[in-house]
């Protein structure tokens, strides 16, 4: 899988969905795909959540959107996956295609939609075909299956790293969503963010990797330092976040955060089926690693073979 996604022309709405966790991410390449042929008539997007104006606004701005439709109501507070699926299934008469990033909430809220309105969902696409053929990684990106849905609405999760952002200029309309949905089976209760100056994890330019070749947490510290300077993210393995090194939001791999920068370091990561499927679209792959037989060397574009306590110091004076 490589390169980005690809474009086909094709007819109908498409709704993109948001909230205003982590959609800066995703925003931009979400219109992408709409623009890449999942319709070519109209593109709408919904916003969810109260004190929604700046997102909307910002939504407003993208090239080729022509309606952004906003649910200001505390019901939809937190993107609870509930009352968000309800609304959703009540607004996807209006469209062809709901889509939305292949995320967390994305995860959580679109199955029920599909559920809902009794369709299949299609996940994690990386290409749109035509308005109802697809392709998405399996296998842990191994291979790549085309999929086509005969279902009149199309409910699509989009891996957002595999499609390029669309510019701003556009000036699209703001609407208002009046329908209210009931929630009996979920209360929010509370939220523990991880506050962090640096990008976020899945939408950062360059992302510098820690694996169980830090030894424990504490070596996490040596990372800090290039990233500090190439203004990274700070991403790990698996097996790094299995054995306590770190906390799971910082995981990378098909069980983790899917990546794509422009720039990815590797350091002290073997190299495991799992991570490379979460970061091999990344344009430069870099790999620091003792062992040279280490798999993560075969999809590297540039391998340092070299101990990581030596070389991240020196790295990081040579920056």
């Known amino acids: 899988m490589g390169g980005r996604g690809r474009a086909a022309s094709g007819d109908g709405e498409a709704g993109v969905v948001e909230g205003q966790q982590g959609a800066a991410g995703h925003r931009g390449r979400l219109a992408g795909v709409a623009r890449a042929g999942v319709q070519q008539a109209d593109r709408q997007r919904r916003v969810a959540e109260p004190g929604m104006d700046g997102l909307a606004e910002a939504a407003a701005k993208l090239d080729g959107v022509s309606k952004v439709r906003v649910a200001d109501n505390a019901a939809y507070a937190h993107l609870l996956a509930e009352p968000t699926a309800a609304l959703l299934a009540e607004l996807a ?189 990344s344009k430069v792959i870099v790999a620091i690693n003792k062992d040279e037989e280490a798999p993560i060397f075969q999809v590297a574009d540039y391998g340092l073979v070299a101990d990581l306590f030596e070389a991240v110091p020196e790295l990081e004076q040579q920056l």
């Open 93 to 281: 008469g209006d469209y062809s295609h709901v889509l939305a990033a292949a995320s967390t909430t994305g995860k959580n809220v679109l199955p029920r939609v599909a559920a809902l309105k009794d369709v299949a969902q299609i996940s994690e696409i990386i290409a749109v075909e035509s308005p109802d053929t697809f392709k998405r990684p399996i296998y842990a990106g191994n291979a790549i299956a085309t999929v086509q849905s005969e279902d009149a609405l199309k409910v699509i999760t989009v891996r957002s790293t595999g499609f390029d952002a669309v510019a701003e200029g556009g000036s699209a309309a703001i609407e208002a969503v009046d329908f209210v949905a009931d929630n009996a089976q979920s209360t929010f209760l509370k939220e523990e963010l991880a506050q962090s100056d640096r990008p976020e994890l899945g939408a950062a330019k360059v992302v510098i990797s820690g694996g169980r070749g830090m030894g424990n947490g504490e070596n996490f510290k040596l990372l800090d330092g290039i990233a500090d300077k190439l203004g990274a993210a700070i991403g790990a393995s698996r097996a790094a976040v299995d054995a306590g090194f770190v906390p799971n939001d910082m995981q990378v791999g098909q069980t983790g955060k899917i990546v794509a920068p422009d720039l990815y370091i590797a350091v002290g990561i073997s190299g495991a089926i799992q991570h490379l499927a979460g970061m091999k679209d």
